[in-house]
């Protein structure tokens, strides 16, 4: 979305992130995410540090979105000081409503996204509700993180997996890098009926640093959309990768 081009889930994606920030209390540590969703969750602990003396320490999830938290005022710390958090917020680009297993990373951020939400008690998705999927893969292609090193060579055997793979690349034809520098192929698989399967079998390739699919983590969902403000929660508990 470019700032030409208006978001019209905009509103959406600012009421499930404000709802979402609620749950944040002062001495937390918090994961912010990354993306125009989770954007706005950060805007709303700025202001809530601001305006309702909310006090926190953050650890973000990329570059950008640790620029945007210094300018919020939002205090930083780091892994080494602070190993666990008490929550993450994050958005996504697909959820699957019956197991809160999601698509993430067509921001590009999914790797350290995927660090933080394994750190944190709770992990908590916004989105606006045009992201719900009966079957992940049926919106949007898997980002798979490679090293550029042999990138090739992991390209073709996800394609051996089913995968039309396509290296993202730049406007200007360069190759998109990650916060890493690493490399993004975005996968269109045909519907990810067994997701952990498919999980194992991208990690088993050599090169692959991490990939989009965030299995059993989200401890709880919340959208919004034209029906009002909607939250999930996983049927089965969450276990973490
Ligand atoms: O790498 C990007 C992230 O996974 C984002 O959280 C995800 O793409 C959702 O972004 P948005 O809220 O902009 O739809």
């Not at 995410?33 to 202001?47: N, Q």
């Not at 292609?141 to 993202?168: C, D, M, S, Y």
Request: with cysteine; proline share 6%.
């Amino acid at each position: 979305m470019t700032a030409t081009q208006p978001d019209p889930a905009a509103a959406f994606k600012q009421q499930s992130a404000i709802q979402a920030a609620s749950l944040v209390q002062t001495g937390m540590a918090v994961g912010l995410g990354t993306g125009s969703t989770a954007k706005f969750v950060v805007a709303e602990l700025g202001r809530r540090i601001r305006e309702e003396g909310l006090r926190i320490t953050a650890i973000p999830t990329s570059i950008v979105t640790e620029k945007q938290a210094r300018e919020e005022g939002i205090p930083l710390t780091t892994f080494g000081q602070q190993p666990e958090l008490d929550i993450a917020i994050d958005g996504a680009d697909e959820i699957e409503p019956a197991t809160l297993n999601l698509i993430k990373g067509l921001g590009g951020a999914l790797l350290w996204e995927k660090i933080v939400a394994a750190a944190a008690a709770q992990f908590v998705v916004v989105a606006d509700a045009s992201k719900y999927v009966d079957h992940l893969g049926l919106r949007c292609p898997l980002p798979v993180e490679v090293i550029p090193f042999g990138w090739e060579n992991a390209a073709r055997k996800l394609g051996h997996l089913g995968a039309q793979v396509t290296p993202r690349r730049m406007r200007d034809g360069s190759f998109f890098l990650t916060d890493e520098k690493n490399l993004i192929l975005d996968c269109v698989f045909p519907a990810i009926m067994e997701p952990e399967k498919l999980s194992a079998d991208l990690h088993a390739i050599v090169g692959v640093v991490e990939h989009g699919l965030f299995l059993h983590m989200a401890t709880q969902t919340i959208t919004a959309g034209p029906e009002g403000i909607r939250v999930l929660t996983p049927q089965g508990g969450r276990t973490c990768p």
